[in-house]
């Protein structure tokens, strides 16, 4: 059975603290990772699309790494307005649905 | 600010109402999709159109009844709604549902609506 499992469920950081957060999959045939942050009470904003292994992203303080098996949302010296939920979503086979994980909860403390 | 817009932001209603949820995307997209969100859940996908097709409907009740008036819009009929359908209602569009690579291509989404069934 397809699976998407992110780790950890929540985070605290302080603020210029770097870390990473996990986006395991088991899929059969991946088309395509997605990575989306979402505040409270809105909706999920899109990051990152990632294809194959070995593909990198950066947006700011944000890069995104996909291997056969997991992706990493890596944050470098993260800032109070990095604190939301980080949704991954993985599209797989011929299935037009998305796969979604559980998203981890980061908290930045000034 | 999203480029997806979503009204109304906040909907209260009784389960005897009659209510719609609009959705208006100007990118050009031309597949667009319901999902529902829980609290501290992921969305859960519940319609998608294709070309102003409807090509998946995820099992969703009847009460709900999407529309696709034109490519740039899309609304989302509610009646006699349960308690239980209280939820973050999210409108979502996507350039193609397949994007060059054989894979889709990204989502939009609005900041939804905030659905109340009293």
């Known amino acids: 059975e397809d699976q998407v499992t992110q780790s950890p469920e929540a985070l605290r950081l302080q603020e210029g603290e770097s870390s990473s957060l996990n986006c395991s999959y088991t899929v059969s045939g991946l088309r395509g990772l997605f990575w989306y942050r979402q505040d409270p009470g809105k909706g999920p904003e899109f990051l990152f699309t990632l294809y194959s292994a070995g593909e990198e992203k950066e947006k700011e303080r944000l890069k995104a790494t996909l291997t056969k098996k997991e992706s990493f949302l890596h944050i470098t010296a993260p800032k109070p307005e990095d604190s939301a939920t980080y949704l991954c979503?993985?599209?797989?086979?011929?299935?037009?649905?998305?796969?979604w994980g559980l998203g981890t909860s980061l908290a930045v403390n000034p | 600010d999203t480029e997806v817009t979503q009204t109304p932001k906040h909907l209260v209603m009784g389960m005897t109402n009659k209510k719609s949820l609009k959705c208006e995307q100007h990118m050009g997209h031309r597949a667009m999709y319901w999902y529902k969100q829980k609290a501290k859940k992921p969305p859960e996908l519940m319609f998608v159109y294709s070309y102003e097709k409807l090509s998946i409907n995820e099992s969703v009740p009847s009460r709900f009844s999407p529309e696709c008036p034109n490519s740039s819009l899309l609304n989302l009929h509610l009646h006699a709604l349960q308690p239980e359908d209280s939820a973050l209602y999210l409108c979502?569009?996507?350039?193609?549902?397949?994007?060059?690579?054989?894979?889709?291509?990204?989502?939009?989404f609005g900041n939804g609506t905030r659905l109340t069934v009293t």
């Open positions: 979503a993985v599209q797989a086979g011929n299935n037009r649905k998305l796969i």
């Open positions: 979502a569009s996507s350039q193609d549902p397949t994007d060059d690579r054989g894979g889709r291509s990204p989502l939009h």
